[in-house]
């Protein structure tokens, strides 16, 4: 192995090195070579097949909704007949003018800051932990791992931007007065939210420590 | 808390890698490095010894407390789905919407889809997870064999926890009601309450779950 070890993390014996497989679901260890986890049932991979493809594959479709997402109405708002159309960011701005600026801040950090955020993050691990990868092999890997573990936990809040326009498009009915109606980038923001999860959940973890123990296949 | 031992760490010297009993090991999910499976004590937490991440913490009783605030939680959702939300007034007119209307407000032509996906996210999924966490670990926390087909249905709970919605749907309903709050007045229903007792009894539910210690459970208390 290259490079110094970093961070006093031992090297460690993995279950591939040793010639066995085990679970991602419970942890269970088995000999090579048997198919579903004894355990739990769960479909045995000592790496799962395929993960950066479909890594890549849900990041992309996540992050081509995401430009319509952005352009067309979330928001359809009806007021004695005059119709205004608000985007994303132009929801934002709205809270701002009503001087709600920790409820701007919560919409802008959901609906723009971790999406983006997340495109980026799950883009450099697939980049990084990727066969022949140079960029800071062998260091860093807590890091990662940490990173790895924020992208999971935080993308679904991305979601509350589509929870808001459910609730006003069911509670702001009232004929005349002001009718609020969902516009089309509420689905296709869901899309985005749904595709870049797929994408954390297609990663596996074990790739950021195989670039340590210096036998990425 | 304790590092959960390295097994490579006795026979260190060893050329070859050394033959190694997969009964008597574990593996951490995240980073693949083995370890001894080792007992846990109650209340104590198993790191991996390479990545840190938390392998085992079994809770006194845990079983029995997951079962218990998971039913708590489907009771409240029961009365969260059908009891009003909030209430609207505005100009003499009152708006009660349930969250049933909440989910219905996509209904209409292209929006359908996305009406099928906020059910499923803040009602649906929820409820199937914690009746599948009910069904798998009930029989646990009496002590009987595990019921038929617990170990998938414990599966699904697992796979639908990022999926299962409910607590950011509450945040939503704060931006919404400050975002209404120029155009009309707004009050709290029942429904709002008990929607966020729930989420708080889930995360508590989620708390106590160690998913190691589970699985471990099921397998040691399969039917011959």
Same mark, same amino acid.
């Given at each position: 192995m290259s490079g110094p070890v970093p961070q006093q993390i031992p090297p460690a014996l993995t279950a591939r090195a040793a010639g066995l497989v085990a679970c991602e679901s419970c942890g269970r260890v088995h000999r090579d070579g048997i198919a579903q986890c004894q355990?739990?049932?769960?479909?045995?991979?000592?790496?799962?097949?395929?993960?950066?493809?479909?890594v890549w594959?849900?990041?992309f479709a996540g992050i081509v909704v995401y430009i319509p997402a952005n352009i067309y109405p979330m928001l359809?708002?009806?007021?004695?007949?005059?119709?205004?159309?608000?985007?994303?960011?132009?929801?934002?701005?709205?809270?701002?003018?009503?001087?709600?600026?920790?409820?701007?801040?919560?919409?802008?950090?959901?609906?723009?800051?971790?999406?983006?955020?997340?495109?980026i993050a799950i883009g450099y691990l697939a980049l990084v932990v990727r066969p022949g990868a140079r960029i800071g092999r062998g260091s860093g890997l807590r890091g990662r791992q940490h990173l790895y573990e924020v992208v999971e936990f935080i993308g679904r809040w991305s979601m509350i931007d589509v929870f808001v326009v459910a609730i006003l498009a069911a509670l702001v009915q009232l004929d005349f007065a002001a009718t609020i109606s969902p516009g089309i980038a509420a689905v296709s923001f869901s899309l985005s939210v749904a595709f870049t999860m797929l994408a954390a959940q297609s990663f596996d973890p074990r790739l950021i420590w195989d670039a340590e123990e210096g036998t990425a296949p | 808390m304790f590092d959960a031992s390295d097994p490579t760490r006795a026979r260190a010297g060893s050329g070859s890698p050394p033959t190694l009993d997969p009964d008597r090991l574990i593996a951490c999910p995240n980073c693949?490095?083995?370890?001894?499976?080792?007992?846990?004590?109650?209340?104590?937490?198993?790191?991996?010894?390479?990545?840190?991440?938390?392998l085992m913490a079994p809770r006194e009783r845990a079983m029995t407390r997951i079962v218990m605030?998971?039913?708590?939680?489907?009771?409240?959702?029961?009365a969260a789905v059908f009891f009003p939300f909030l209430e609207l007034s505005a100009g003499g007119m009152v708006r009660r919407s349930s969250l049933l209307d909440a989910v219905l407000a996509f209904s209409s032509g292209m929006m359908l889809p996305l009406t @099928? &996906?906020?059910?499923? %996210?803040?009602? /649906? !999924?929820?409820?199937?997870?914690?009746?599948?966490?009910?069904?798998?670990?009930?029989?646990m926390a009496l002590g009987w064999h595990p019921a038929r087909h617990a170990v998938p249905v414990f599966r699904l709970t697992q796979a639908l926890r990022p999926w299962a919605?409910?607590?950011?749907?509450?945040?939503?309903?704060?931006?919404?009601?400050?975002?209404?709050?120029?155009?009309?007045?707004?009050?709290?229903?029942?429904?709002?309450?008990? @929607? &966020?007792?729930?989420? %708080?009894?889930? /995360? !508590?539910?989620?708390?106590y779950m160690c998913r190691l210690t589970v699985w471990k459970t099921l397998e040691e208390r399969r039917r011959p």
């Open positions: 355990r739990c049932g769960a479909a045995l991979h000592s790496r799962r097949p395929g993960s950066l493809q479909k594959a849900w990041l359809l708002t009806t007021s004695f007949g005059r119709t205004t159309e608000n985007t994303i960011i132009g929801g934002v701005i709205e809270l701002i003018d009503y001087g709600s600026f920790g409820v701007a801040l919560i919409v802008f950090v959901a609906s723009v800051l971790i999406p983006v955020g997340k495109f | 693949d490095a083995l370890q001894h499976d080792a007992a846990v004590p109650v209340g104590a937490q198993a790191r991996c010894h390479r990545c840190g991440t938390v605030l998971a039913a708590t939680a489907l009771v409240l959702m029961v @099928f &996906a906020t059910a499923a %996210l803040i009602i /649906v !999924l929820p409820t199937l997870r914690l009746a599948g966490i009910v069904y798998a670990l009930a029989p919605m409910a607590e950011i749907f509450i945040v939503g309903v704060s931006v919404a009601l400050v975002k209404v709050a120029g155009l009309a007045k707004l009050s709290f229903g029942p429904a709002f309450w008990t @929607f &966020a007792a729930l989420v %708080l009894v889930t /995360v !508590l539910s989620d708390n």
